[in-house]
């Protein structure tokens, strides 16, 4: 069985400073891992993936993650917050054999000027 | 923009009645994934296709059934519509089925609202 915890449902940070959405996953197996943003009346899209080889996987707008197996962890960063950066950030697993994701119940990130 | 594109992408009804959400895929992915998102529930996996063939059943409810037609769009239609459904829909594709990381690509939803 599958699951994502996503710490924290609102993250409120100044322009500049750093970004860290927190995600937590439980597999039986290795898992593939994903952050996808959701702008205001918009539909998902991807930022960053893990599969297989660096855990440390960098995206798009400048955010990256890590995997960390052994704290079963896929958090999210990005060093200076942009006010465009405020948006719903979800992150998914899905499994070798399955392509369904099974999302967090997302962080919404506010961005202060 | 995904590729993915969603119609409607507002849809008001009401109770008791049946409605159906259709989605075309980028082009060139053969498999079509729904999803739900709600407030009490989140975002959840409905069902998945892939080249016309069902692949994957999540949390799908039995009013609610979906088909892939041989051109590759998708139809989710939901039936006995309660207050409960309202939420949005997405819809996603991406090439292939099974490998589990393929990226999937959103279209921009269906809101649906059942009064």
């Known amino acids: 069985a599958q699951s994502v915890t996503q710490l924290g449902s609102h993250v409120s940070v100044s322009e500049g400073a750093l970004v860290l959405l927190r995600c937590n996953y439980s597999?039986?197996?290795?898992?593939?891992l994903f952050w996808y943003v959701q702008y205001p009346n918009q539909g998902l899209q991807l930022l960053l993936k893990?599969?297989?080889?660096?855990?440390l996987v960098k995206g798009i707008n400048g955010f990256e993650a890590e995997f960390k197996k052994s704290e079963t962890s896929f958090h999210l960063t990005k060093p200076s917050a942009h006010m465009s950066d405020a948006a719903e950030y979800f992150c998914?697993?899905?499994?070798?054999?399955?392509?369904?994701?099974?999302f967090g119940t997302g962080t919404r990130l506010t961005v202060i000027p | 923009d995904s590729g993915v594109t969603q119609t409607p992408k507002h849809l008001i009804t009401a109770t008791g009645q049946r409605v159906t959400l259709r989605c075309s895929p980028r082009?060139?992915?053969?498999?079509v994934y729904w999803y739900q998102q709600s407030l009490d529930q989140g975002l959840q996996f409905l069902i998945q296709y892939y080249n016309g063939e069902e692949r994957a059943k999540g949390n799908i409810l039995e009013r609610f059934s979906a088909q892939q037609f041989p051109d590759l769009h998708s139809e989710l239609n939901l039936s006995s519509l309660e207050l409960g459904d309202s939420a949005l829909y997405f819809c996603?594709?991406?090439?292939?089925?099974?490998?589990?990381?393929?990226?999937?690509?959103f279209g921009p939803g269906t809101r649906l609202l059942v009064l």
């Open positions: 082009s060139g992915d053969l498999s």
């Open positions: 597999s039986s197996v290795p898992p593939y």
């Open positions: 893990y599969t297989t080889g660096a855990t």
């Open positions: 996603a594709s991406s090439p292939v089925s099974k490998t589990g990381q393929e990226t999937q690509y």
């Open positions: 998914a697993v899905s499994q070798t054999g399955a392509n369904n994701l099974f």
